[in-house]
């Protein structure tokens, strides 16, 4: 053991196992066991630390997620260390095998440089997969009729110790708040049970993942990690449709965990019957547990998310102010947010109160966007007049061609120019199913591309409601 700097040097065994303990403390138990625990120590030579992972896959990751961290750590134990060079040894025994980690902190030297180490683990990091925003909290998700039972779904898989439902799909428009619940999940498990493994990725970056293995022959690697967590979510799922062969994988994980009773939470745009392009089988299976829908915001729930992100934020907002933007800006919360954010930085910028003529001069681009959008009731009207149809044929169980094609049209023009859901639009539409809605959005499409003029009829009506 020697000492340089006012560090001390000890066997670079030793500083491999410090080194293993700090990022233990910082990843969770979790991650170091999945991706930190395989790896071992090869040697320390002309200020370039070797260590070694037993995969391809394994390799990869670790040099993209760790490397970077593993070496500053050991640089504050040892500033010899420069560099940090992952490689593939499969046979572990050719490899130097490190010292177990010590426990948290207690076995760390008094005498080491502690500003070169955090205080705390980044708030923002995941058991492993994709990263966690620390703002999307149960404590922060404001609750209301549109989304009180996928919230309360979501805090049943959380909060218990047994599967009670497999798996859970989470469904609704973009900005509705599939994500904030996937990770309030994922928050609550890694702060209540740390022990469980908690893997959180979008469909993406599963198939990214996916492709990788392939490439570098390590598919049973990939099938081991992502079978072996506890609890898998994986978000906007509807990414891998048409995707044959990642969806071939995913079937199987989904099947594999499934029967070991481990948890699934699925998130996607649409209803499991409504994935266009995913396979029968798969669809079938999606729909297995509970199927929960994120309907659109009402006034009261985009009033009270503006209350809880003001009073998170600390701003002072006017009540006339919250309530012009709760009734201006209906599509979605990322804009509702976004809004908030730019009429909090420019009061902050140029230091001048918040005020409804201040609010509407600043968000000029957004409310003219937001004016803009389509209603049903106007597509139904827009639509019944083009083709010289009552607006009460909309509504009604006539079949005739002349009265059930125009509907088609306006069920069509519905899906493509608001965000209402499917079952929303079929009860615009006289209470029909969201199945039927589904069929006449097919039926336009495959029209629009076998008709040159039909296709024509509809991009006009399209064009003429959205002026």
């Known amino acids: 053991m020697s000492s340089m700097g006012g560090v001390i040097i000890t066997s670079i065994e030793q500083q491999w196992g410090r080194v293993c303990g700090r990022l233990r403390e910082e990843v969770g138990e979790g991650a170091f066991k999945s991706w930190l625990r395989p790896v071992v120590l090869v040697d320390l030579e002309g200020g370039e630390a070797r260590i070694a992972a037993p995969t391809k896959f394994m390799r990869d990751w670790v040099a993209a997620h760790y490397a970077d961290r593993i070496r500053k750590l050991w640089h504050a134990e040892n500033p010899d260390v420069q560099s940090v060079d992952v490689i593939v040894v499969p046979d572990r025994l050719a490899a130097r095998p490190a010292a177990a980690p010590p426990a948290p902190a207690a076995t760390a030297p008094a005498t080491r440089t502690e500003s070169a180490m955090p205080d705390r683990p980044p708030e923002s990091a995941t058991d492993f997969g994709a990263i966690l925003d620390q703002r999307f909290t149960f404590d922060n998700f404001v609750v209301g009729k549109p989304n009180e039972l996928a919230h309360a779904a979501a805090r049943r898989v959380a909060e218990a110790n047994s599967v009670t439902f497999n798996p859970l799909f989470l469904y609704g428009g973009v900005g509705l708040g599939k994500t904030h619940l996937m990770h309030g999940i994922a928050w609550h498990i890694r702060q209540k049970h740390p022990e469980r493994r908690v893997l959180y990725m979008s469909a993406e970056k599963f198939m990214y993942q996916f492709i990788r293995a392939l490439r570098f022959k390590d598919t049973m690697t990939f099938k081991e ?15 891998i449709s048409g995707k044959d062969s990642t969806q071939e994988e995913f079937f199987h994980t989904f099947n594999a965990l499934v029967d070991q009773n481990r948890q699934v939470v699925i998130s996607a745009d649409k209803s499991p019957s409504d994935l266009e392009g995913m396979e029968e089988r798969l669809r079938s299976r999606l729909g297995w547990g509970l199927v929960a829908d994120i309907h659109p915001t009402t006034y009261e729930l985009r009033l009270g998310i503006l209350q809880a992100k003001a009073e998170t934020a600390r701003v002072e907002i006017p009540a006339k102010v919250m309530e012009f933007l709760a009734h201006k800006i209906t599509s979605n919360v990322r804009e509702l947010e976004g809004a908030l954010n730019r009429i909090t930085a420019h009061a902050e910028l140029v230091h001048r109160p918040v005020t409804l003529e201040s609010t509407q001069e600043l968000l000029h681009d957004l409310l003219r966007a937001s004016d803009r959008r389509v209603t049903i009731d106007e597509i139904q009207k827009r639509v019944a007049e ?3 149809i009552k607006i009460a044929d909309m509504h009604s169980a006539r079949r005739a061609r002349t009265v059930a094609r125009p509907r088609q049209v306006a069920m069509y023009l519905s899906k493509q120019l608001t965000p209402r859901s499917l079952p929303e639009i079929g009860r615009k539409f006289g209470g ?36």
Not at 229 to 238: G, N, P
Not at 440 to 462: G, H, I, N, P, T
Request: charge should be negative.
């Open 225 to 239: 990690l992502f079978r072996s967590v506890d609890v898998l979510m994986i978000d906007d799922v509807q990414f």
């Open 432 to 467: 029909r199913d969201h199945t039927t809605v589904m069929h006449a959005v097919k039926k336009v499409e495959e029209l629009c591309s076998e008709d040159r003029s039909f296709a024509e009829d509809v991009e006009l009506l399209r064009r003429m409601l959205q002026i």
């Open 386 to 388: 083009h083709y010289n």
